[in-house]
T-cell receptor, first 116, second 111 residues
Framework: EAGVVQSPRYKIIEKKQPVAFWCNPI?????LYWYLQNLGQGPELLIR????????DSQLPKDRFSAERLKGVDSTLKIQPAELGDSAVYLC??????????????FGPGTRLTVL | TQLLEQSPQFLSIQEGENLTVYCNSS?????LQWYRQEPGEGPVLLVT?????EVKKLKRLTFQFGDARKDSSLHITAAQPGDTGLYLC???????????FGAGTTVTVRA
């Protein structure tokens, strides 16, 4: 079974440019998460989707970040315009049911963003 | 400020030695998870502990959840170079089912 797929794996852009990341979760997983991981830190949740509904976007900087999960499968995370401080790894994860104590999140390999 | 504090931040040991990583918080969690992350990859779940005082073993790895469900530890016996990686603890809060990660412990096992 294929795991969580993310693309691109690496992205280098100039500041003020837009950038988009794509995620394809594990088949059948209703819940999708976007995390940001800075160097030397653990992942921090940006947004969580239950099917196509964003149920927790409290940590998403909405002035420049946006996300969508059309049809409740693939998801795209966008930054416009990018700032130097956005350089980080952006991780996507999926799970079957976020409402259980033993719910397992499966992570993709991440997209490493460098903003110059 | 991280909800979960991990210590130590870095750990370098010789093959065959034992090590313990700690994960502490002032918050109570409904469950606590341990992940291992290798460079260029996403975290991979090792174990989930749910009950206060619970101990789980995974080959040479032993995980313990504190009685008050605020802290946890990971002990590796006879560490091997393949155990090298970033170990992350993550607590699940029952009010919003949000997973909060610690900053991680980078473990290096020298051959």
């Amino acid at each position: 079974e294929a795991g969580v797929v993310q693309s691109p794996r690496y992205k280098i852009i100039e500041k003020k440019q837009p950038v988009a990341f794509w995620c394809n979760p594990i088949s059948g997983h209703n819940t999708l998460y976007w995390y940001l991981q800075n160097l030397g830190q653990g992942p921090e949740l940006l947004i969580r989707y239950e099917n196509e509904e964003a149920v927790d976007d409290s940590q998403l900087p909405k002035d420049r970040f946006s996300a969508e999960r059309l049809k409740g499968v693939d998801s795209t995370l966008k930054i416009q315009p990018a700032e130097l401080g956005d350089s980080a790894v952006y991780l996507c994860a999926s799970s079957t049911d976020s409402g259980r104590d033993t719910d397992t999140q499966y992570f993709g390999p991440g997209t490493r963003l460098t903003v110059l | 400020t991280q909800l979960l504090e991990q210590s130590p931040q870095f750990l370098s040991i010789q093959e065959g030695e034992n090590l313990t990583v700690y994960c502490n918080s002032s918050s109570v969690f409904s469950s606590l998870q341990w992940y291992r992350q290798e460079p260029g990859e996403g975290p991979v779940l090792l174990v989930t502990v749910v009950t206060g005082g619970e101990v789980k073993k995974l080959k040479r790895l032993t995980f313990q959840f504190g009685d008050a469900r605020k802290d946890s530890s990971l002990h590796i016996t006879a560490a091997q170079p393949g155990d090298t990686g970033l170990y992350l603890c993550a607590g699940l809060r029952s009010n919003d089912y949000k997973l909060s990660f610690g900053a991680g412990t980078t473990v290096t096992v020298r051959a």
